[in-house]
């Protein structure tokens, strides 16, 4: 995860590849229980955008009385 750090589209993407393969090989396994891909995206993408919302904004710096 650290060599995403700094990137976030890139983590998306690769993320992304993943999702869709995870898609293949459910099918693959059992194509009529593939279920909800929206629970798959949720999985490999959702937590991502959870996450940086919890982040504090690098934007702006803080200031000692800030933290």
């Known amino acids: ?10 983590l998306l993407l690769y993320l992304s590849g993943r999702l869709h393969e995870a898609i293949d090989d459910l099918h693959r396994l059992n194509a009529s229980t593939t279920g909800d891909v929206r629970d798959l995206f949720d999985r490999f993408l959702g937590w991502p955008a959870r996450h940086r919302s919890r982040r504090p904004s690098t934007a702006e710096p803080q200031t000692p009385e800030e933290t």
Not at 1 to 10: H, N
């Open 1 to 10: 995860m650290t060599s995403y750090q700094d990137s976030q589209l890139d």
